[in-house]
């Protein structure tokens, strides 16, 4: 979610990609301590090392810089408060969140950073691929279109664009974040990296109450400078057996430049 509390601040004016904001590892909101992924202190930061880094820190006084009216409203703009529409029966309505009257100060820091809500993984998609595609929030589709038993086209879906949510010179700005996050094979998606290719991407983990277990997900798209593909892979309480630490990163992230390095040249992208 943080690069979608990302496309609100640099949206809003509240920030850009050169924002630098300090992480020392814990912050304190009203009685709510919160720290980052193993306790670690990034110290001064700006917007894409802090994306790069995913910094809980960071996004928590970046949200408290965007506020909890403009949030809510870039939250319900980016279709979470929604079903997406998509054309496949029985899509869930059963999302979790803070409503506007709910986002108090610890409310909202620990939205800023994604904790505290349930959304789908197909709304996750939507909304990040407007955030890379200039900016509009478009009804995803299984079928493209429909024709006779001869071949011909009697319906074409489309695009189906229902509104824009950021502008297109802030769509730029989290296209050249979300790359960086995947950079040349150095970046915290590394492992997404395909080479003679431009892929944008973001590692993700998700809680699973008090059990200890998480979901891990990489979600990345391609080619950075002109989005064609976007995909979100999730792992459900994966094994922490297996002796790599437990992220997006490390453990999906592979998978997914796999999935990339076949997708890429059937689609005859160079």
């Not at 810089?65 to 809510?72: C, K, Q």
């Not at 309505?93 to 809500?117: C, I, P, R, T």
């Amino acid at each position: 979610f943080k690069v979608i509390t990302a496309a609100m601040g640099v949206d809003s004016g509240k920030a850009t990609i050169n924002t630098t904001l300090n992480c020392s590892g814990a912050y304190g909101v009203a009685k709510e301590t919160y720290h980052c992924a193993g306790k670690k202190a990034h110290g001064v930061q700006n917007l894409a090392e802090a994306l790069r880094n995913s910094c809980n820190i960071y996004f928590i006084q970046l949200g408290q810089r965007i506020g909890s009216s403009l949030f809510y409203d870039y939250f319900d703009a980016f279709g979470f408060t929604e079903r997406t529409g998509v054309d496949l029966p029985s899509e869930t309505g059963l999302m979790k969140y803070y409503s506007a009257n709910q986002l108090g100060e610890v409310q909202l820091a620990s939205s800023a950073f994604g904790q505290a809500m349930a959304i789908t993984p197909l709304q996750m998609c939507t909304a990040v691929a407007a955030a890379v595609n200039g900016g509009y929030l478009v009804t995803p589709h299984v079928v493209d279109k429909i024709t006779d038993s001869n071949g011909n086209v009697i319906q074409e879906i489309g695009a189906n664009v229902r509104r824009q949510v950021i502008s297109e010179s802030t769509s730029d700005v989290i296209r050249q974040m979300m790359e960086y996050e995947v950079g040349n094979g150095t970046g915290g998606g590394k492992n997404a990296y395909v080479s003679g290719y431009r892929i944008g991407g973001k590692t993700g983990t998700a809680d699973k109450g008090q059990t200890g277990d998480v979901v891990v997900s990489f979600l990345c798209f391609a080619p950075a400078d002109d989005p064609q593909v976007i995909m979100l892979i999730t792992m459900d309480t994966p094994s922490r057996a297996t002796g790599t630490y437990v992220s997006g990163g490390n453990m999906v992230a592979p998978t997914a430049s796999s999935i990339m390095s076949n997708i890429l040249p059937y689609l005859g992208i160079a």
